[in-house]
């Protein structure tokens, strides 16, 4: 089994900054990417960065030049660093994983998500 430990959320004021972090652990032959979602009240999850094991990062329009993901690939975790903040960046941010568990085998792993509220 995998698991995605999160780390970094919390308050903060419009213009100010954030880092994200999630530990992958668990059976782990490998990890093929990893990527930050966020769901805001009434909201579907959407998409806002994601990264593969080779670096290629894709972002969602509203954080480009804002949002910064990178990876530890030693320590199989991911980081989101969030700059410029916004009130409509507030949601609960999720950690995915797509694993390989074992060879032939591998899927989607989500964290509990934590909590970015930016204030006015």
């Known amino acids: 089994q995998v698991q995605l430990v999160e780390s970094g959320g919390g308050l903060v004021q419009p213009g100010g900054s954030l880092r994200l972090s999630c530990a992958a652990s668990?059976?782990?032959?490998?990890?093929?990417?990893m990527g930050w979602y966020r769901q805001a009240p009434g909201k579907e999850r959407e998409l806002v960065a994601t990264?593969?094991?080779?670096?290629?990062?894709n972002y969602a329009d509203s954080v480009k030049g804002r949002f910064t993901i990178s990876r530890d690939n030693a320590k199989n975790t991911v980081y989101l660093q969030m700059n410029s903040l916004k009130p409509e960046d507030t949601a609960v941010y999720y950690c995915?994983?797509?694993?390989?568990?074992?060879?032939?085998?591998?899927?989607?792993?989500w964290g509990q998500g934590t909590q970015v509220t930016v204030s006015s």
């Open positions: 995915n994983a797509f694993v390989m568990v074992y060879y032939g085998a591998s899927g989607y792993y």
């Open positions: 668990g059976t782990i032959l490998s990890i093929k990417a």
């Open positions: 990264i593969t094991s080779g670096g290629t990062t």
